[in-house]
C-alpha cells in the first residue's frame, strides 16, 4: 500500500511540475531563418477623370427642328407692304419689291436668331483607368529547427523571423513517463 501511496504522490508531483512548468517558461520567442520572402502584389485601379473645354463653332439656327421659313414670309410681306407706301407709279412697283426683299431677309434673321456663327464652350470630361500593381504582403517561407514553414506577412522580414515557440508535451510521453517513474521507484 505504501508503493500505491508513493506512485500517487510521484504521480501528483510530475503533474503539478507539469503545470507549472507549462505556466512558466513553456513559451518563448525564438529566431527562424528566412529562406525566401516573395514579393504578392495585388492590382488596383485608380480611375481619374480629365475635363478639358473647347471653343467651338456652329450654325445657330435658332430651333431644334432646322431652318425656319415663317419669318422670312412674314418679313416679305410686312416689307413689300411698307415698300408700297413708299412712292408713286413704277416706283412704287419697285419699293414694294425691295421692302418685300429687304424685309424677307430681316425676318429670316430675326426668326432664325442671326443665323450667323457663334463661338461657344462646350466642356467635355472622360475617365480613364489607373491600374498599378501594390504589394499587398509577403509570402515567407522559413526553417525553424530544420522544418520549413510558410507565413503571409505584412512586410518583408529581412535573414531572420521571430517566432513564437509553445512547449506542451505529448499525452503519450506523459504516460511513458509516469510508467518510467514507476519503475524506478520499484
Given at each position: 500500500?505504501?508503493?500505491?501511496?508513493?506512485?500517487?504522490?510521484?504521480?501528483?508531483?510530475?503533474?503539478a511540475?507539469?503545470?507549472?512548468?507549462?505556466?512558466?517558461?513553456?513559451?518563448?520567442t525564438?529566431?527562424?531563418?528566412?529562406?525566401?520572402?516573395?514579393?504578392?502584389?495585388?492590382?488596383?485601379?485608380?480611375?481619374?477623370?480629365?475635363?478639358?473645354?473647347?471653343t467651338?463653332?456652329?450654325?445657330?439656327?435658332?430651333?431644334?427642328a432646322?431652318?425656319?421659313?415663317?419669318?422670312?414670309?412674314?418679313?416679305?410681306l410686312v416689307?413689300?407692304?411698307?415698300g408700297n407706301t413708299?412712292?408713286?407709279?413704277?416706283?412704287r412697283?419697285?419699293?414694294?419689291?425691295?421692302?418685300?426683299?429687304?424685309?424677307?431677309?430681316?425676318?429670316d434673321?430675326?426668326?432664325?436668331?442671326?443665323?450667323?456663327?457663334?463661338?461657344?464652350?462646350?466642356?467635355?470630361?472622360?475617365n480613364?483607368?489607373?491600374?498599378r500593381?501594390?504589394i499587398?504582403?509577403?509570402n515567407?517561407?522559413?526553417?525553424?529547427?530544420?522544418?520549413?514553414?510558410?507565413?503571409?506577412?505584412?512586410?518583408d522580414p529581412?535573414?531572420y523571423?521571430?517566432?513564437?515557440?509553445?512547449?506542451?508535451?505529448a499525452?503519450?510521453?506523459?504516460?511513458?513517463r509516469?510508467?518510467?517513474?514507476d519503475?524506478?521507484?520499484?
Amino acid at each position: 500500500m505504501n508503493m500505491i501511496k508513493l506512485n500517487f504522490t510521484a504521480l501528483a508531483l510530475v503533474a503539478a511540475t507539469n503545470l507549472a512548468w507549462a505556466d512558466d517558461g513553456a513559451s518563448f520567442t525564438d529566431r527562424a531563418q528566412v529562406l525566401s520572402a516573395t514579393p504578392v502584389y495585388q492590382q488596383i485601379n485608380e480611375p481619374r477623370r480629365e475635363c478639358w473645354t473647347e471653343t467651338v463653332g456652329s450654325y445657330n439656327n435658332g430651333s431644334s427642328a432646322g431652318h425656319g421659313y415663317g419669318g422670312a414670309i412674314l418679313g416679305g410681306l410686312v416689307g413689300g407692304l411698307l415698300g408700297n407706301t413708299v412712292g408713286q407709279g413704277n416706283g412704287r412697283i419697285a419699293a414694294a419689291a425691295v421692302g418685300a426683299a429687304t424685309g424677307a431677309v430681316v425676318g429670316d434673321k430675326v426668326a432664325n436668331n442671326g443665323g450667323y456663327n457663334q463661338p461657344r464652350q462646350v466642356e467635355h470630361c472622360a475617365n480613364h483607368d489607373n491600374y498599378r500593381q501594390v504589394i499587398s504582403g509577403y509570402n515567407v517561407v522559413y526553417r525553424y529547427r530544420g522544418r520549413t514553414m510558410t507565413a503571409m506577412l505584412p512586410q518583408d522580414p529581412g535573414k531572420y523571423v521571430d517566432v513564437n515557440v509553445n512547449v506542451v508535451l505529448a499525452g503519450d510521453q506523459r504516460d511513458d513517463r509516469q510508467r518510467y517513474d514507476d519503475r524506478e521507484d520499484n
